[in-house]
RNA sequence: GGAGAGGUGGCCGAGUGGUCGAAGGCGCUCGCCUGCUAAGCGAGUAGGGGGUGAACAGCCUCCUCGAGGGUUCAAAUCCCUCCCUCUCCGCCA
């Protein structure tokens, strides 16, 4: 959500992000109803400072004073009422619009509205060359028995899988190791819920534009969340963090559900691309004017981390049409995928500036009163997806899998073998 | 799932129709005092919106005592619905 008050002091920039997102509004017509909306809101109010006052009497008056009074201020109730239902009126429709807008593109994010905009920042490492006849991580999983998508089909439909043998005991140690790595670098590990309220998605800027890509619990009004994010985020809501305790750091490790609607057809090998996957989140409250900082770290953290797993990798800045609603700018961390010949996202890292604070009412103290935080998202390791890039990038001509260095310590053994 | 109790400011806690945005305490801030510390004294200390201002200054004003609705000239206080927390019983990983 943004703020209001940048509708009345600079709605061109607002028309400018807009632009660059490739989204049409009209703000020519929430700039009148802002301003009919505090016509009609100040009248009320004087209407009731009136009927307020004269209520005080009442209580001070007795007999026929006093029954004509109350017959005057019972005339300014009802005025009061009318003007009152005029204003939550105009302001429901304000902010039905209001909401739907996403948040301000940082200056710095890339231009374009496809993923095809999308500006390499950078590239490390090499995709591997194979002198064998290589696999795509379908195969892989199926060899050595860590991926079993036929049976998931059976049990629970299209995109699911199991993760068994050794990818489940991979999981582990790959969540236990960037667990490690994140309370190293400051974050607090939590295990947040991952069925939450609609003010939680709302707050984080999910609903109202993304719901068809939660899946909801209707019996109880709980959704699952798609990440973790959702319940971080939203831990803090209505409170005024102290000052001294940010930046806060969280990493949280969650499944995370998404319905994937309208995907049909995309990435339908192996599990990719599935309805339920865990995760390893960081999320940071922040001062405003540390935010760009803190995300230029994030990112750094994900390098680091898709490094230690010597996985060759590119950095994008994602396109302004192509962002969320809640983000001003985002980084993706591509991996690359032998099988796909191409580099596939595997994490993503925004700055949501305060877009989400102020749905969420996150706040802190400054010299004078209160002002909203920011908050950035990153993902630090998507198992599926990073389960699968090893499987691919490390796969040796004896159908083995080599397990990354860094993470041997922690899985217990040195290779996937059949 | 059944029975009961309760949700008030950063925290604790009073308040059952008007003088209450709210006693008192704790904490915190700023002064004073005292070799230092502790103690003591004084003052201040919720959030959000609108109007008027160059102003994130002042002044005026509205809203918020879990949330939403209702009764009333007037609601923290009365009524309804919902949410949450706690206790006991049942069930359960």
Redesign the pocket.
């Known amino acids: 959500m943004l703020d209001?008050?940048l509708l009345r002091s600079e709605p061109e920039r607002i028309a400018e992000s807009l632009r660059r997102r490739g989204v049409d509004v009209d703000l020519d017509r929430l700039v009148a109803l802002d301003e009919k909306i505090?016509k009609v809101?100040?009248e009320?109010?004087?209407v009731?400072?009136t009927?307020?006052?004269?209520?005080?009497e009442?209580?001070r008056l007795a007999g026929d004073e006093k029954q004509e009074?109350?017959a005057r201020?019972?005339e300014?109730?009802d005025r009061y009422k009318a003007l009152n239902e005029e204003v939550?009126r105009l302001e429901e429709e304000f902010r039905e619009a209001w909401i739907t807008l996403p948040n301000l593109v940082d200056p710095t994010a890339a231009d374009g509205f496809t993923e095809e905009d999308n500006v390499e920042v950078k590239r490390v490492g090499e995709p591997p060359v194979f002198d064998f006849e290589f696999a795509d991580h379908a195969t892989l999983g199926e060899r050595l028995d860590v991926i079993d998508t036929a049976r998931a089909a059976k049990v629970s439909g299209t995109r699911f899988g199991y993760i068994k043998g050794q990818g489940a005991l991979l999981e582990f140690g790959l969540v236990r190791w960037a667990m490690e790595r994140l309370v190293g670098e400051g974050f607090t590990p939590m295990v947040p819920p991952v069925l939450v309220r609609e003010m939680a998605l709302f707050g984080t800027g999910f609903f109202p534009g993304d719901r068809e890509q939660v899946y909801a619990i209707p019996q109880d009004?709980l959704y699952l969340v798609g990440t973790s994010e959702v319940s971080l985020a939203a831990y803090h809501a209505d409170e005024?963090l102290e000052p001294e305790a940010l930046p806060i750091r969280y990493a949280g490790f969650s499944t995370c559900f998404r319905r994937e609607a309208g995907t049909y057809g995309k990435d339908t090998t192996g599990i990719f691309r599935v309805h339920q996957f865990d995760k390893v989140e960081m999320f940071v409250f922040c001062q405003p004017d540390a935010s760009r900082d803190e995300h230029e770290r994030l990112l750094a953290i994900e390098e680091s981390l898709v490094q230690a797993l010597e996985l060759p990798y590119r950095v994008v800045n994602v396109a302004a049409g192509d962002l969320g609603a809640s983000a001003a700018k985002k980084y993706d961390i591509e991996a690359w995928f032998p099988s796909q010949g191409r580099y596939r996202e595997i994490t993503s890292c925004s700055n949501t500036t305060d877009f989400q604070s102020r749905r969420l009412k996150v706040?802190t103290?400054g010299e004078?009163?209160?002002?909203l935080v920011h908050t950035l998202n990153g993902t630090a390791v998507a198992v599926g997806r990073v389960l699968i890039a090893i499987l691919e990038n490390h796969q040796r001509p004896d159908g083995t899998v080599a397990v990354p260095a860094a993470l041997r310590p922690y899985v217990g053994f040195d290779a996937f073998t059949p």
Do not use: C, F, N, P
């Open positions: 209001v008050g505090r809101r100040h009320a109010e004087e009731r400072a009927q307020k006052r004269l209520g005080k009442i209580a009074a109350i201020a019972s300014l109730a939550e009004d005024i706040r103290r004078k009163g209160t002002h």
